[in-house]
C-alpha cells in the first residue's frame, strides 16, 4: 500500500510536470505572438505618421531612428526655407528702398497670388509705367506784351485789365513820365509786370546823336526809375526801336554797359490806327507767324484808344492759348 503509494506520487508528478510545461509553452507561444502583433500594428501607426516604408522586420530601434532622421531632415529644410525667404526679403528692399518693417517680414512670408504677380516685375519698371506729359511744354504759346511811352493816369486801369486775363507785361517808360506818375510805376512793380527804360528825350535827333548821348540818357532813365521803384533795371527799348538809327557802335557801347536791348516782332499800329483796327492788324500778324518758333512780342502804347480796344485782343488771345508773360533779364531778346 505504501508503495504504491510511492509510485502514483512520482507519476502524477511526471504527469504535472509534463501538463506544467504543455501549458507553458502553450503561455509563452501565445504570448509572441501577441507582442509580435502588437509590434507590427505599432509599426503600421509609425509608417502611417512619418510616411515612410518600414520594413516588416524593421526592429523597434530602427524605426525610432527613421522617425528622429525625418524629424531632422524636416527642421532643416523649414531652416533653409526661412533663410531663403530672409535673403529675397534684403534683396527686395535693397532694390525698393522699403524701410524693414515687421509688417513687410510677415507679408513677404506669406505672399499672396497678387503679391507673387506684384514682386515679380521690376521696381523701375513700375516708375515708368506712367510717361512724363510733354504735350503742355511744347504746346505753351508764349505772347510779351509791350507797353511804351508811359506811364500814364490809366496806366492802373491797363494793369486791372491785365490782372482780369491772368497775364503780365512789361512797360517800357519815359524818364518825365516815370517822376510824373510814380504811383503807377509802384503798381507796376506791386503787380509783377516788368518796368523798362524808353529814354529821357524819346527824341530821334537827340537820343542817337552820339554813343555818348545814348548812354547818357539809358542812365538817367534808370536812376529814376530806381529812385521810384527800388528796381535798377537793364531791360531798355530805344525810341522808335534800333532800326535804323542804332549803329553797330552804339549796340556795342550799350551791351557792355550792361543794357539789354529789346524791339518787337508784332507791330499793333495803335500809334497810328487810334481804334479798334490795331486788334485786327495784331490778329493777322499772328496768323502769318503761327508756324513761327519762339514768343511773339507786340508792341503797344499807353494811349486810351489802346485801352479801349484792349480787352479784344486779349480776348483772342486767351482763347487761342496764349500766355502772357513779362519779360525777364534771361529773356532772350527780340532785336531787328
Same mark, same amino acid.
Given at each position: 500500500m505504501g508503495n504504491l503509494k510511492s509510485?502514483?506520487?512520482k507519476g502524477t508528478i511526471i504527469a504535472v510536470i509534463a501538463v506544467g510545461f504543455l501549458f507553458a509553452g502553450i503561455f509563452v507561444s501565445n504570448y509572441f505572438q501577441a507582442r509580435a502583433a502588437g509590434s507590427e500594428s505599432n509599426n503600421h501607426l509609425k509608417n502611417e505618421a512619418t510616411n515612410l516604408?518600414? +520594413?516588416?522586420d524593421a526592429s523597434p530601434q530602427t524605426i525610432v531612428q527613421n522617425t528622429n532622421d525625418l524629424r531632422r531632415e524636416k527642421e532643416f529644410m523649414q531652416k533653409q526655407q526661412k533663410a531663403a525667404i530672409h535673403w529675397r526679403n534684403e534683396q527686395e528692399r535693397e532694390i525698393s528702398k522699403v524701410p524693414d518693417h515687421k509688417t513687410t517680414d510677415i507679408a513677404a512670408a506669406n505672399p499672396t497670388t497678387k503679391d507673387k504677380l506684384t514682386t515679380s516685375q521690376s521696381p523701375a519698371k513700375k516708375s515708368n509705367a506712367t510717361p512724363? +506729359?510733354?504735350?503742355?511744354?511744347?504746346?505753351? +504759346?508764349?505772347?510779351?506784351?509791350? *507797353?511804351d511811352d508811359g506811364p500814364a493816369p490809366f496806366s492802373d486801369k491797363i494793369i486791372k485789365l491785365l490782372e482780369k486775363y491772368q497775364f503780365k507785361a512789361t512797360f517800357f517808360m519815359i524818364?518825365?513820365?516815370?517822376k510824373r506818375y510814380p504811383e503807377a510805376v509802384k503798381l507796376m512793380t506791386r503787380t509783377g509786370?516788368?518796368?523798362?527804360?524808353?529814354?529821357?528825350?524819346?527824341?530821334?535827333?537827340? *537820343?542817337?546823336?552820339s554813343k555818348?548821348?545814348?548812354?547818357?540818357?539809358?542812365?538817367?532813365?534808370r536812376n529814376t526809375l530806381k529812385s521810384v521803384s527800388g528796381v535798377n533795371s537793364f531791360i531798355m527799348r530805344t525810341p522808335y526801336g534800333s532800326a535804323p538809327y542804332m549803329t553797330n557802335e552804339y549796340k556795342k557801347a550799350v551791351k557792355q554797359n550792361g543794357y539789354i536791348m529789346w524791339d518787337w516782332n508784332i507791330d499793333s499800329k495803335d500809334w497810328y490806327y487810334k481804334d479798334k483796327r490795331y486788334v485786327k492788324s495784331v490778329i493777322e500778324q499772328i496768323k502769318q507767324k503761327k508756324h513761327q518758333n519762339g514768343p511773339l512780342v507786340i508792341l503797344l502804347h499807353e494811349r486810351k484808344e489802346t485801352l479801349a480796344h484792349l480787352p479784344k485782343l486779349l480776348d483772342y488771345l486767351k482763347k487761342h492759348g496764349y500766355e502772357g508773360k513779362p519779360i525777364e533779364k534771361t529773356t532772350v531778346p527780340v532785336q531787328f
Open positions: 509510485g502514483w506520487s516604408p518600414v +520594413k516588416k512724363i +506729359k510733354k504735350t503742355n511744354l511744347q504746346t505753351k +504759346k508764349i505772347v510779351y506784351l509791350t *507797353f524818364d518825365g513820365n516815370i509786370e516788368t518796368v523798362g527804360l524808353h529814354s529821357v528825350s524819346h527824341s530821334q535827333k537827340q *537820343f542817337y546823336k555818348k548821348t545814348v548812354l547818357s540818357e539809358l542812365t538817367q532813365n
